[in-house]
């Protein structure tokens, strides 16, 4: 029997933050060369940086290609602690600022089409009332996107609807409210009239979640169960603006969270309902990465907005 292969010594001060730096770019930019023009670095440089951290490991990190580089498995494990680490390090920068400043600090938050037509701008609203020189910063992507950047400390805290991710085990999810998921299109739509089924709605054009999210397999699953294939003719997004003008300037259908577009006088509500797909909206965290001061201020007006609005819907 082989003997165990030593254990990397981590701690004896040759393992730099740069070198944590530079795996994490390496594993999102997929090129040394992408990576170099990155990190402001030239590849010889960079490359001689890589040696460094897979001696001090051991191990090899990326494998090169004619392609680019690939992380080996011992790169797609040490990648996620390194994100971990620099995650930890940004939030305590911003910690020790904000407690200079107890008025000041950055929360970034990411959201995807759930939440983000009201329960995120009331909240920032609540927010900006208190402590107006509080930055927000939004990015708005796809559930699996913001949940990367999200344990890679890229995000505070993402507000949305609510799936189980591959890392669930990583993460903290808190439900705010339920919001039906409904099926809409533009005021005045030959289906607005008379109550539809899935099936009377087949033929005409749709805009779909893309394929990335629990919310596209579970419509899928619906369509399945009433027999049903997807509609042939549809466009497939996320863009709040882009699924507004497709229905405002046709006979699209779109599937929308039912508050995104309950205030629009030029859309409606279809009658034909999607019981079966799950309705949570609400707030995911890193399950180990305490939130920043600013981060907290947030979620505090998020909590508060979410009472009033199960309140509103309720009475």
Known sequence: MAPPSPRPQLLDGRLKIRHLVLV??????RTIGQAAESMHVT???LTRALREVEAILGVPL????????????????????????????????DHIAELAD????????????AG?????????????RDRPRVTVIVREASPASLVTELLAGRLDLVIGRLAMPDDSARLRQ????????????????????????????????????????????ELEAVFRHAGLALPANRVECTSFLTMRHLLLHGDAIAVVPELVFRD?????????????????????????RPPSPAASALIDCLLAVAARLRAGAAS
């Open 24 to 29: 994490d770019t390496l594993a999102s930019a």
């Open 43 to 45: 590849q010889p440089v």
């Open 62 to 93: 990326f494998e090169r290609g004619a392609r680019g580089i690939t992380p080996t498995t011992f790169g797609v494990a040490f990648t996620e602690h390194a994100r971990a680490v620099l995650a930890h390090l940004r939030v305590t920068a």
């Open 102 to 113: 107890a008025d000041t600090g950055t929360v970034v938050a990411g959201t995807h089409l």
């Open 116 to 128: 983000s037509n009201l329960l995120l701008p009331l909240a920032i609203e609540c927010l900006k």
């Open 174 to 217: 808190q439900t705010l409210y339920l919001e039906p998921v409904r099926l809409a299109a533009r005021a005045g739509h030959p289906e607005s009239r008379t109550p539809a089924t899935l099936a009377d709605l087949t033929g005409y054009p749709w805009v779909l979640p893309i394929a990335e999210t629990a919310l596209r397999r």
């Open 264 to 288: 629009d006088p030029g859309l409606c509500l279809l009658s034909a309902e999607l019981p079966s797909v799950s309705s949570s909206v609400g707030l995911t965290q890193p399950s180990g």
